[in-house]
């Protein structure tokens, strides 16, 4: 009978869904693109395996008859390596304040003398004696490790590649515009230059024309102003970790000369330079 | 006779609609989570800080430490290491994924590296002389 449920009909339907979904496909899936994108403390990461691999590194830990304990840290290794400072822990911001300063020439540590480190962030080390810590008297120890410029690394903060990068990334490949301003240009200037200097004179303006021409209309002023205000631009935004406090940290024991063990912590800061 | 027909039309294609709807919402779910748990673990982002943090990781351990790390049995990966800055750039072989490269930092004192087309990882640290020293090599799982 007319109009009955048939496997013809269901077949048919379903070549229909089967053509809708395919169309879906074609509009949309074919267009989008899975990406992955991460999100976390990375500074707070590197602060953490950064301080986990001081506590066993060779140029700070107590070694006897060859071997290293990881966790005790030798005061005669530090004393040698570090800035070392006895004052009262009166304020630890007002310490903080002196140590993040870019002019503390005192802790800069060579990166010859401590291999361990991440080259392309500034990094400071405290170590901390907290036995007998108290506002007349605290023995800190303190690094930074400043980052290892690059040829690279010059090379980009360079205002003049600065400028240039951004000229080259601002174009839009509208050469419509220019052209039409240094056939404008060329036009007037071989005039001038005809009127002047001849033949040769005509020639000459025309070049001239066409170039100034065709700089001149190449970029909108606002893509000048932007290149100038870029080339111009020194990055003062910084990420501090959090991890610079002296209630955080990793515990560690340190051992002086005279065999006693004082109880202390190490906090490793990280600072980098927002992208 | 027409609103029969048209009736019969309606409630055939209510059903295979239902059905598939009921099977698209069983299927869809689980296949996302799959795409979804297959593309975090293989990215290059998760691959090049996971074997950045593990190399940093190799320098915690006193005398000798051999790390191993296979991020995907499917994916090769080209791997590159400069100045303590490395990069990872994936092969997906997938309309539907780039192949873009990510990098991440890494502390340690290993030298400059490169791999094409590997997934496997193996990071060794010695101590000698009371220096650490750190090496990395790469294979691939075919």
Same mark, same amino acid.
């Given at each position: 009978m007319k109009g009955d449920i048939t496997l013809s009909t269901i077949i048919e339907n379903l070549l229909m869904i089967g053509f809708a979904l395919l169309i879906l496909y074609l509009l949309y899936f074919s267009k989008m693109f899975f990406t992955t994108s991460l999100e976390q403390e990375s500074n707070e990461r590197y602060s953490i395996l950064l301080a986990n691999g001081l506590i066993s590194h060779e140029k700070l830990v107590y070694e006897k008859n060859g071997r290293i304990f990881r966790g005790i840290l030798d005061a005669k290794k530090l004393d040698a390596l570090f800035y070392k400072t006895e004052t009262g822990l009166r304020n630890e911001s007002e310490f903080r304040e002196k140590i993040l300063n870019?002019?503390? !020439?005192?802790? !800069? /540590? =060579?990166r010859k003398e401590l291999?361990?480190?991440? %080259?392309q962030l500034t990094i400071y080390i405290y170590i901390i004696d /907290? %036995?007998?810590?108290n506002e007349n008297k605290c023995v800190i120890w303190a690094g930074v490790l400043l980052p290892i410029e690059t040829l690279d690394d010059w090379v980009k903060d360079n205002p003049v590649y600065k400028f240039f990068k951004c000229m080259y990334e601002s174009f839009d490949n509208n050469w419509a515009r220019p052209t039409a301003t240094c056939a404008g240009l060329a036009a007037t200037g071989a005039i001038i230059g005809g009127l002047i200097g001849g033949p040769v004179g005509a020639l000459i303006g025309a070049v001239v024309g066409c170039a100034a021409g065709f700089l001149g209309n190449m970029y909108s002023a606002a893509e000048w102003e932007n290149c100038i205000k870029e080339a111009g631009r020194d990055v003062k935004d910084m990420y501090v970790s959090k991890?610079? =406090?002296? !209630?955080?940290g990793l515990p560690v024991n340190i051992i002086y000369e005279d065999g006693s063990i004082h109880v202390g912590r190490i906090i490793v800061g990280i600072v980098r330079e927002k992208p | 006779m027409k609103a029969q027909l048209f009736k019969k039309w309606f409630l055939s294609l209510f059903f295979i609609a239902l059905i598939t709807a009921l099977i698209l919402y069983n299927f869809l779910p689980y296949f996302f989570e799959s795409v979804s748990l297959f593309l975090s673990l293989s990215a290059a982002e998760v691959v090049a800080d996971q074997l950045a943090t593990l190399i940093t990781a @190799?320098? +915690?351990?006193?005398f000798y430490i051999e790390i191993t790390y296979a991020p995907s049995k499917e994916i090769k990966y080209d791997v590159s290491a400069k100045n303590r800055r490395l990069e990872v750039k994936p092969y997906?072989? @997938?309309? +539907?994924?780039r192949d873009i490269t990510k990098y991440a930092f890494y502390g340690v004192n290993l030298p400059d590296f490169s791999f094409e087309k590997v997934n496997i990882f193996s990071i060794t640290k010695i101590v000698e002389n009371s220096k650490s020293i750190y090496s990395i090599s790469a294979s691939s799982s075919d």
């Open positions: 870019p002019t503390f !020439k005192e802790g !800069k /540590l =060579s291999d361990i480190g991440y %080259n /907290l %036995n007998d810590c991890i610079l =406090s002296f !209630k955080q | @190799s320098s +915690v351990a006193p997906y072989n @997938s309309p +539907v994924t």
